[in-house]
């Protein structure tokens, strides 16, 4: 399968996969079949395209045979000239739940991002189209508003949800935005904090009268939970605000929070630990190596390192941790680093523990071509 981008010669094949669509999902677009344009005119917008940093369309192919495509427009309006509009994403029955329909918003993705200037890729999807939704939700699209009758099919209504990706980078301070998140962490919707929590509650840790030390422990959630399970944590994360919720949450001398960089040497003495927790942090860590090698050395003989993290392949897919600032209401995604599972793997092995436990984890119901949204993995460090 060839995913490119359009040109004049492809304007009638283009052309018939469009009227097709349209006829056979009228719900789904906003044009008529008898809107499309003749394909002269579309051979004129393939040529004057060509090499814009304004405007494409892509086109996938079974050898000659267009089965799928996905325009991509920009605002021309000087003010409008940071967003751009996904529009006409359609593959024929033939192809559907084969991964093309990702393929093809990865690529508009990738290639709308080396527009200069460009912060926003906005598509409109009508809400009965619960698959193609969920199909921009894993590319990282988010629904930003419901435009209310916005498309009328004969007498019948249709809804139609606007989604925006933001391709801004993310801020570099983490420490700061978790400061600003901490407010808000326990309360609102949040899949990969509760997955995880719930994937730690089935992790089959040993706690009663372990010795633990969780790294990044957020708000303390989790720490809560492993202090009833008997265990005595050491507790560290950056964050001032994160620190301070988990304190005010956790009155237990079974728990001790403190406000430590993981990125330096952690305040612990060597083999003085049963096992590490690390739920949700190293994405926001480069050089993961570093991570392994202090557990490598605070974990005592035989003990282990249990880790879950936002699934690589959800990374490549441009998520990231993010929340709506509680103030201003503005998204807010912060800094990330993609890394692989042999990444950790290995860090793992260097560090001398072996993987004795691997899940990946997709949301309940979700489609196998779904990104799994988590990854974990359980170590043991050598016993000698
Ligand atoms: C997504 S939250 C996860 C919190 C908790 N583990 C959970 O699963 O709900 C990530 C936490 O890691 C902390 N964190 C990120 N990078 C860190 C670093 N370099 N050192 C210490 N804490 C860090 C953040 O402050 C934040 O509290």
Not at 190 to 214: H, K, P, S, V, Y
Not at 302 to 313: F, R, T, Y
Request: hydrophobic share 45%; charged share 25%.
């Amino acid at each position: 399968m060839l995913i490119r981008v359009l040109t004049a010669a492809d304007a009638s094949d283009f052309r018939a996969l469009r009227i097709r669509a349209l006829r056979e999902h009228p719900e789904a677009f906003g044009r008529t079949p008898e809107e499309v344009q003749p394909v002269a005119a579309i051979a004129e917008h393939f040529r004057i395209d060509a090499g814009s940093d304004a405007d494409f369309t892509l086109g996938a192919l079974d050898g000659e045979t267009l089965v799928g495509m996905a325009g991509c427009h920009r605002e021309p309006a000087l003010k409008q000239r940071h967003v751009a509009h996904v529009w006409g994403v359609y593959v024929v029955p033939e192809w559907r739940r084969t991964g093309l329909g990702r393929r093809l918003i990865r690529e508009v993705i990738a290639r709308a991002r080396t527009w200069p200037g460009l912060e926003f890729l906005w598509l409109d999807v009508t809400t009965v189209n619960q698959g193609a939704r969920a199909l921009y939700e894993s590319c990282g699209f988010r629904s930003v508003a419901v435009k209310p009758r916005s498309l009328k099919v004969g007498d019948r209504y249709y809804n139609e949800e606007l989604m925006a990706l933001d391709l801004r980078p993310p801020p570099s301070d983490v420490a700061a935005a978790y400061d600003q998140w901490a407010e808000i962490y326990d309360h609102d919707a949040n899949r990969t904090r509760d997955q995880a929590g719930l994937l730690l509650r089935q992790a089959r840790l040993e706690l009663g009268g372990r010795r633990i030390l969780e790294i990044g422990c957020g708000t303390g959630r989790n720490t809560e939970w492993l202090v009833a399970r008997g265990a005595r944590v050491v507790a560290l994360d950056f964050s001032a605000e994160m620190i301070r919720r988990a304190q005010g949450r956790l009155a237990s001398s079974a728990a001790r929070f403190v406000r430590h960089d993981v990125r330096s040497p952690w305040p612990l003495r060597d083999r003085s630990v049963d096992c590490v927790i690390v739920a949700l942090v190293l994405e926001h860590v480069e050089d993961v190596s570093a991570v392994f090698a202090e557990c490598g050395r605070v974990v005592r003989a035989g003990g282990e390192m249990w880790l879950c993290e936002l699934h690589p392949i959800r990374q490549l897919q441009g998520s990231v941790a993010e929340f709506t600032h509680p103030r201003t209401g503005e998204p807010v995604r912060v800094a990330a680093f993609p890394h692989d599972t042999a990444e950790y793997v290995g860090a793992g092995m260097r560090a001398g523990f072996s993987l004795i436990e691997m899940g990946e984890w997709r949301d309940p119901g979700a489609p196998r071509a779904a990104a799994p949204r988590l990854l974990s993995l359980k170590f043991r460090l050598a016993t000698s």
